[in-house]
């Protein structure tokens, strides 16, 4: 097997988008495509501005970091760099090398002001990202070119994968670290302390804010929280680590002594993590059985579905409910009182990455899918896709409330539920990769050699 050096890989990287962005720009008449790497905004009266991101459609041509840089895309000319380093002694100027800036022309300026004197104006030029000194005569953003830029990067090239192979070998580290704190008696604040230092990686460089919930914190879905002085009997970690721009996403949950107070004075009974350990291990085994099943010309609402129902018989399987019946829509609404969320999403640049809505190159999208509304991606699966699964299993006290008023005859272990409240919830999370030789689970290796 040759193993490609990042030079390799980026070259054909480069040269893969080139010749796709070439046939769409011809075809909607564009003579170039300028992209911003985008320029820092601030809060409102105020002179601290939020974190910088650069602009997503940048990262993926060019790994330069900082500001206002922008990139030139004309048609049979090699790309060129116009890069910012102002001299400065508030904040260190970014660095233009790399092995990256021999496949571009590379222009540095000085002066903010002066950077659009190096871009050729002549033509049709399309605009991507946004710039408070932009020219007149750009056409800013255009919806057909964006959408199909956001469609197009949907297909990972062999460099994005090798980097999201990365992402997930330096998020497993630091997950593992989170466990052993977690087990030693840490809070939720010791545990995400853990988690930065040791993927070496500040708040600001990780793809997303972590999630770490100890205890019923677990069953808030986007909890942000980092509490502080008080330790717990689960904890449910969702965090990701940044290569290059491109990012991994993992969710794991840990189980470990009983009797530790909840935030809310609630005691972690004995029974209840028994109980909820058991569930943990099966939902373990169904999120593998999930990933087993994906093929490519699936669509993903479907293996959604399938999952709702097998989360269904899962709690059947253990006693929380029974006598649910054959009904698929009843079990169906079941299962929405304990997964709320969508089973995956599109993963790169963004964690959320783009296109998982969209249904074809020209930027028609998916009508809302009633049945699941809260899923993020509706797109067959193709090879090239890189994408999450993350099936889900919480004791959410508003969503049991609703199973109880909607469902008065079904039968539901309320004593053993109560019992569970107090752990939260469940989720596990793996990144996928498609491609010709069938699925690549880019995190599973990544834990196995941590």
């Known amino acids: 097997m040759i193993i490609k050096s990042d030079k390799d890989l980026f070259s054909e990287h480069l040269n893969h988008l080139q010749a796709r ?18 320029r820092k905004e601030y809060y409102f009266a105020d002179d601290q501005s939020f974190p910088f991101e650069r602009t997503p459609h940048f990262i993926h041509w060019c790994p330069a970091q900082g ?11 090699k790309p060129k760099l116009v890069f910012l380093a102002a001299d400065d002694y508030w904040h260190e100027p970014a660095n233009v090398e790399g092995f990256w ?7 540095v300026v000085k002066d903010v002001n002066h950077r659009f004197d190096q871009i050729n104006q002549k033509g049709k030029i399309g605009f991507i990202g946004l ?11 255009p919806d057909p070119l964006t959408k199909a830029m956001d469609w197009l990067r949907s297909y990972k090239t062999p460099w994005e994968v090798e980097l999201l192979r990365r992402a997930s070998r330096i998020a497993a580290r630091g997950h593992k670290a989170a466990e052993a704190c977690f087990l030693s008696g840490g809070s939720e604040f010791d545990i995400h302390a853990s988690y930065i230092y040791t ?31 008080s330790s717990g009997s689960v904890l449910l970690i969702d965090a990701g680590a940044r290569v290059e721009g491109y990012g991994s996403d993992i969710t794991r949950t840990y189980v470990g002594d009983s009797g530790r107070k909840t935030r809310r004075g609630r005691v972690v009974s004995r029974e209840g993590l028994n109980c909820f350990g058991a569930i943990l291990k099966e939902m373990d085994l169904l999120q593998l059985r999930i990933c087993s099943e994906i093929k490519t010309g699936m669509a993903f609402a479907a293996l ?102 909607k469902f008065p005859s079904l039968v539901v272990d309320w004593r053993l539920i109560d019992e569970l409240i107090p752990c939260g919830g469940i989720r596990i999370e793996d990144n996928l990769f498609v491609s010709g030789a069938g699925v690549e689970n880019l995190t599973r290796p990544a834990f196995s050699n941590v």
Request: with cysteine; aromatic share 10%.
């Open 21 to 38: 962005l070439w046939k769409n720009i011809s075809e909607q008449g564009y003579d170039s495509l300028v992209i911003t790497s985008g």
């Open 67 to 77: 500001e206002a840089h922008l990139l030139e895309l004309r048609p049979g000319k």
């Open 101 to 107: 800036n021999e496949f571009f022309d590379i222009v």
């Open 131 to 141: 710039d408070r000194n932009l020219p007149q005569g750009f056409e800013v953003n």
């Open 199 to 229: 993927v070496k990686q500040t708040d600001d460089e990780l793809p997303y804010g972590t999630i770490v919930g100890l205890n019923e914190h677990a069953g808030f879905l986007h909890y942000e929280s980092k509490e502080q002085g």
């Open 304 to 405: 959604h579905k399938q999952t709702c129902l097998w989360i269904t018989d899962l709690l059947e399987n253990i006693g929380l409910v029974s006598h649910v019946g054959t009904d698929e829509r009843t079990r169906l609404a079941i299962s929405r009182a304990f997964l709320p969320h969508g089973l995956g999403h599109m993963l790169g640049i963004q964690v959320h990455d783009v296109g998982g809505h969209q249904f074809n190159l020209s930027g028609k999208m998916f009508e809302l899918n009633q049945e699941f509304p809260t899923l993020r991606n509706y797109r067959t699966i193709e090879e090239g896709h890189v994408f999450t699964i993350e099936p889900g299993l919480y004791f959410i006290p508003m969503l049991l409330n609703e199973l109880r008023a």
